[in-house]
């Protein structure tokens, strides 16, 4: 009896726990995988370091940088990273954090079941960027940290120069908040600017109905 076939295209992320995974009509499977700073630093590293990132405000490091940022951050109980890929393919960058430990939390009254969000999206050549494929992505990060986490609000703070992100989230249902400017922060190895944010709310009744 003839062996079978082996998957042309194998997925490199099989092996990894997701904590969220769900079936986006007519775009796949997307699974929100924890992030392994030292597996998937080089792959992170060439996303921020692209002049498209800056608003992530990692240009310039280097990948040792970029690892110690998310090996800090693993250590942490109230911000947490995740890869998010689409039928095995890495789509985004996830970071999700508690606003009332954040800096973002100084500049909103925080509500309790509020969470925080950060999403990088990869570039339109690393499985990206394709119509449709956004408004997908969106609606399954938010269906994680709404019903997986069981939160009742969405809060994000792109920079207010960023202004197809900031479209991206009103056309998903967020409610332009106020636009503040957040304080600075330390990382390890790495000084963050302070930035003008745009807030934005996603409430979990208005994300799904009730």
Same mark, same amino acid.
């Given at each position: 009896?003839?062996?079978?076939?082996?998957?042309?295209?194998?997925?490199?992320?099989?092996?990894r726990?997701?904590?969220?995974?769900?079936?986006?009509?007519?775009?796949g499977?997307?699974?929100?995988?924890?992030?392994?700073?030292?597996?998937?630093?080089?792959?992170?590293?060439r #996303?921020?370091s692209e002049?498209?990132?800056?608003? #992530?405000?990692?240009?310039?490091?280097?990948?040792?940088?970029?690892?110690?940022?998310y090996?800090h951050?693993?250590?942490?109980?109230?911000?947490h990273?995740?890869?998010?890929?689409?039928?095995?393919?890495?789509?985004?960058?996830?970071?999700?954090?508690?606003?009332?430990?954040?800096?973002?939390?100084?500049?909103?009254?925080?509500?309790?079941?509020?969470?925080?969000?950060h999403?990088l999206?990869?570039?339109?050549?690393?499985?990206?960027?394709?119509?449709? #494929?956004t408004?997908?992505?969106?609606?399954?990060?938010?269906?994680?940290?709404?019903?997986?986490l069981?939160?009742?609000?969405?809060?994000?703070?792109?920079?207010?120069?960023?202004?197809?992100a900031?479209?991206?989230?009103?056309?998903?249902?967020?409610?332009?908040?106020?636009?503040v400017?957040?304080?600075?922060?330390?990382?390890?190895?790495?000084?963050?600017?302070?930035?003008?944010?745009?807030?934005?709310?996603?409430?979990?009744?208005?994300?799904?109905?009730?």
């Open positions: 009896m003839p062996a079978p076939h082996a998957d042309p295209h194998p997925d490199p992320y099989a092996s726990t997701a904590v969220h995974e769900q079936v986006v009509d007519g775009l499977t997307v699974r929100v995988l924890p992030l392994d700073p030292a597996a998937d630093a080089p792959l992170l590293h #996303w921020v002049e498209r990132a800056v608003f #992530w405000g990692m240009n310039g490091l280097t990948e040792q940088q970029v690892t110690d940022i090996a951050m693993d250590t942490l109980d109230t911000h990273a995740f890869l998010v890929v689409r039928d095995g393919t890495p789509a985004a960058l996830l970071q999700t954090y508690e606003p009332a430990a954040d800096r973002v939390g100084e500049c909103y009254p925080v509500e309790p079941g509020d969470i925080g969000v999403l999206l990869a570039p339109a050549g690393d499985g990206g960027a394709r119509h449709g #494929w408004a997908g992505l969106v609606t399954a990060v938010t269906t994680y940290v709404l019903v997986g069981d939160r009742t609000r969405v809060v994000v703070d792109p920079d207010v120069a960023n202004e197809k900031i479209a991206r989230f009103v056309r998903q249902g967020f409610t332009a908040g106020p636009r400017v957040l304080p600075e922060i330390d990382l390890p190895d790495v000084y963050l600017p302070e930035k003008r944010a745009q807030l934005a709310f996603l409430a979990r009744e208005v994300a799904f109905g009730g």
